[in-house]
């Protein structure tokens, strides 16, 4: 069990905060003494997720699209707590179909996966004081090519600088901007496409993730409350990677050119 940071009295919004990582997001804050709201379009999943974690979370029916809604998450927080001192952008669409994506593809996923958080960070940033912090999701997928996909590299990409725009605009307000990038982490979707076997998405994982498995959104959960807490109060602008050695590698996974030509002449 990782043990959290203490963050009592403080008040957390996590977007997407229903799916898989984002609810373990709300888990960890309440952990460490936070109350959290689950901003969400399933209201019957994030009420789910909120009514789980006790009197200290609950549940606001917010779509990334829209401004109106943003605006209204808002609203909702500061009349149930009186404060935001931390939002974390993890909501994300996962639609795409590479290079055969459609406009109407790309405008949707951009609009969610950036504009709606950059649109939520200017809508909290005004009832935010000194030491507040924002933690977007990123993704070893905005770091990488990968076949097949474009529209969710491009915005994970596009995350990882703003996170960095983000955080020269508010550091003058003391409010630190820094991101989290997950590797293989067990989630929805790597449930989806493993059938919901851990163990096979933990051997998936041991070929790209020098610790040997895909990681716990616990993991992930830990490293967003670190980054909200004292501990990290001159860490600002920065990309935190949470993903078992992932982006440390290079196409040859660590392994050097004999390995590959070992391994090629062992094959013909």
Known sequence: MVKMPELGGRVAIVTGGNSHLGSAVASAFVAAGAA????????ERGVSVASG???????????LAEDASIAGCVTATLERFERIDFLVNNAVVYADHGVDSSR????A???????????FVREVAPHMAPGSAVVNIGSVGGKFGAAGRA???????????????????????????????PGWTWSDPLARMTDGSREVADRAAATTQPLGRAGDASEVAAAVCFLCSPEASFITGTDLAVDGGFSMLGPDQGRGPRYWVERAGRTL
């Open 53 to 63: 974690l006790g009197d200290r979370a609950f549940f606001v029916r917010t779509d």
């Open 36 to 43: 959290v709201v689950v901003a969400a379009r399933d209201e």
């Open 151 to 181: 529209i969710y590299p491009a915005s994970k990409a596009a995350v990882l600088q703003l996170t960095k725009n983000q955080a020269v605009d508010l550091a003058p307000r003391g409010i630190r901007v820094n991101s989290v990038s």
């Open 109 to 119: 996923g951009l609009n969610v996966n950036v504009v709606g958080g950059a649109v």
């Open 104 to 107: 109407e593809e790309w405008l």
